[in-house]
């Protein structure tokens, strides 16, 4: 099963990465379409979250706000499958950067810099421009089944130089040393992938919110930065940044990582909320979900 | 000293030629000196900032030397060339590929500064050079001083051009972009022994030997890896070649960017260059050397003329897979003499730095600027000699 998923994945990628930009989006709006209608899952989970994110959405707004968070999310899939022919000369002018002193600032304490994001917009698009022209990216990723997509995920991105680390020990080892040698990490934090995530209020409500960031991030010194990337209506891309977030240790660990998680957290919500069209999770987070 | 470099390649697209041009215009520049740069673009924005570009036609593809050459064919240079040499007044003008139509012949017709050209490119025989012998003769005629980047160069020039003197001086490389140190890929730094290809993807480059020989090795040095940066015309019958017999650890990179290209280096335990022929130089071969590689290459004549086979490489013969296989499996499994080895190509790629190219140039740019005032001497003494007559 999963092996004919990544079979139907690389037809339908090696088709769209020969097609000029527009086009490729253009194929991405109607797949959206069909997806919306006749997915059984992800548009109930999807318009779920939604609805918990933003509790002031009358029904029909709900409605439309889910279509367009699939078209966006469509996109964002034909931007990941355009990747591996992505040239960094063309693409680096399309991305906007809001608040790069805030990255400069925390790269001058020398420590490396964990950014902690959501899974919104083409965050993939935006790691390899910085990652080819700003400072070395490492990913934290989970490990993908069938394997071939994720060797093919890895490979993709390791081509404009953005070393992709799974969430076991030995990759936690080589995120350290990257920190150390003061690259960037990027990592979201809004999905619990691992199974491990710690209950604390995400949007007014529990939801396992991975605690490792701020664990790393206390033990090495190394700043927090909240950043969001979102699509503009030009198909242009736009990144935010917000003031770094220190740890400050005080003796408690657990107390303490829990402490820098939720003010993370309540950066991303911030995000979410003034872009919840660009929130691609239609997964589940909180008890009750679809 | 003013100086004008023209290149016939498109300099929106990466290539030997043009980084050579780059780089030598950004270390005349760095020595005080006034240049431009003239070359066609496929695209209008090249970022390019250490010297003034004059976009001169666009290119068009013409598949030669088993490769193909970004060229423009345009025949209404002449104008814009005229007024631009007019207004600049070159000291010296440096032709790269100078017998490369259409701007290189073009601009050398019309030069009257001192002219330098430098030959890049070798092969095994060149039909246009050949038949073209007497219409280019005196087109060669213009040039004071030439260059060819190494010895093959050379002997290919002086194959068809016998009399025509050439100095061998060969491409550089930057030291301060290709060093060991730079962040390796993370995921790529484990346990294991990675192979590393560098190079368009085409015929000559011969990376299917070198599958075939990483076939024969994996069996015999089960961790080891091999990892191909680069993008061309073989891609999908490279692939198919590895899922059809099911090579397990190679990744294919695809087109690396320029700024990302020193890291994969440095996450690369072996270097090989498995080329078959037509290469004049092997730049790839010196920027290896400069990330402390060990570099098993093929023996062909550009490669030769850069290797010292034993001390800084280990060299088989062009094709050969099971010999290249074997090259591959002694220096996977002994990091003792990949250490030795690596650590005299680094000493040796220091000699190819472009400060040190950049200042053997320039003596030929005296040397030429030298030729034509006393050419012109001679010229202006005959003028006077007429007016007599008259």
């Known amino acids: ?83 591996p022919r992505l040239k960094v000369e063309t693409m680096g002018p399309l991305l906007h950067v809001d608040g790069l002193e805030y990255l400069e600032q925390a790269r001058a304490i020398g420590k490396g810099v964990m950014v902690v994001s959501c899974h919104m917009g083409s965050y993939e698009v935006a790691s390899a421009i910085w990652s080819a022209t700003l400072t070395p990216v490492s990913f934290f990723a989970e490990e993908l089944e069938p394997r071939a997509l994720f060797e093919w995920y890895r490979d993709t991105r390791a081509r404009l130089g953005i070393s992709v680390l799974p969430l076991h020990l030995g990759g936690l080892r080589k995120v350290t040393q990257a920190l150390q040698e003061q690259e960037m990490v990027i990592t979201a934090i809004d999905r619990d992938i691992t199974g491990t995530g710690y209950m604390m209020p995400f949007f007014g409500r529990p939801a396992p919110i991975p605690l490792g960031p701020a664990a790393i991030a206390l033990r090495l010194g190394t700043p927090l930065l909240p950043v969001c990337v979102y699509r503009q209506p030009d198909d242009s891309y736009r990144a935010e940044g917000t003031p770094p977030v220190m740890a400050q240790s005080t003796g408690d660990a657990k107390a303490d990582e829990v402490r820098v998680t939720q003010e993370l957290v309540r950066q991303i919500e911030g995000f979410i909320r003034r872009h919840p069209e660009q929130w691609h999770v239609p997964h589940r987070i909180w008890e009750g979900s679809p | 000293m003013r100086v004008g470099l023209v290149s016939p390649y498109d300099f929106a697209s990466p290539g030997g030629v043009s980084d050579h041009v780059r780089h030598l215009a950004r270390q005349l520049r760095r020595l005080d000196h006034d240049v431009r740069v003239f070359a066609p673009s496929s695209r209008a924005d090249v970022d390019f900032d250490s010297a003034e570009f004059y976009r001169i036609g666009s290119p068009i593809a013409v598949p030669v030397n088993e490769s193909v050459a970004r060229i423009t064919l345009s025949f209404h240079l002449a104008d814009r060339v005229a007024a631009i040499i007019e207004r600049e007044r070159f000291d010296v003008l440096h032709f790269h590929e100078p017998l490369m139509p259409a701007l290189p012949i073009t601009m050398l017709r019309m030069s009257q500064a001192a002219n330098v050209g430098t030959f890049h490119a070798f092969a095994k025989s060149n039909i246009g050079y050949l038949y073209g012998r007497p219409l280019l003769e005196p087109y060669l005629a213009h040039l004071h001083r030439g260059i060819a980047v190494s010895e093959p160069a050379k002997a290919f020039v002086n194959r068809y051009f016998p009399d025509f003197p050439l100095r061998v001086i060969p491409n550089g490389i930057d030291v301060g972009v290709f060093h060991p140190g730079h962040p390796p890929i993370r995921h790529l730094r484990d346990d294991r022994v990675n192979i590393l290809f560098v190079g368009r993807l085409e015929k000559r480059k011969g990376l299917g030997y070198l599958l075939r020989a990483y076939e024969l090795m994996k069996p015999r040095v089960p961790n080891s890896r091999l990892i191909v940066v680069g993008d061309g015309p073989l891609r999908s019958s490279v692939e198919s070649f590895v899922s059809r017999h099911r090579l397990p650890d190679v990744v294919m990179a695809g087109y690396v960017p320029d700024s990302v290209l020193p890291r994969y280096y440095c996450s690369a335990d072996i270097f090989c260059a498995p080329a078959t022929g037509a290469e004049s130089f092997g730049i790839v071969l010196l920027e290896a050397m400069a990330t402390g590689l ?68 320039l003596e030929v740019y005296g040397e030429a600027r030298q030729l034509r005032a006393r050419q012109e001497a001679v ?12």
């Open chain 2, 294 to 361: 060990p570099v098993v290459a093929t023996e062909i004549d550009g490669y030769m003329s850069v290797l010292e086979p034993g001390r800084d490489s280990l060299t088989v013969q062009p094709k050969a897979w099971a010999e290249l296989g074997g090259a591959l499996v002694i220096l996977a499994r002994d990091s003792e003499l990949r250490r030795r080895i690596g650590t005299y190509g680094l000493e040796k790629a220091r000699r190819y730095a472009w400060e040190e190219v950049a200042s053997q140039v």
């Open chain 1, 1 to 83: 099963m999963s092996e004919w998923r990544w079979r139907a994945f690389k037809v339908v990628q090696s088709l769209v990465e020969r097609l000029p930009r527009p086009w490729a989006y253009a194929l991405a709006v109607i797949a959206a379409r069909f997806a919306w209608w006749f997915s059984p899952l992800a548009r109930p989970r999807l318009e779920y979250n939604l609805k918990v994110a933003c509790p002031e959405l009358t029904p029909a707004e709900l409605r439309r706000l889910s279509q367009l968070n699939f078209r966006n999310h469509a996109k964002a899939y034909a931007d990941l499958m355009m990747l």
């Open chain 2, 379 to 390: 010229g202006s003494r005959e003028v006077l000699n007429v007016h007599d007559a008259v």
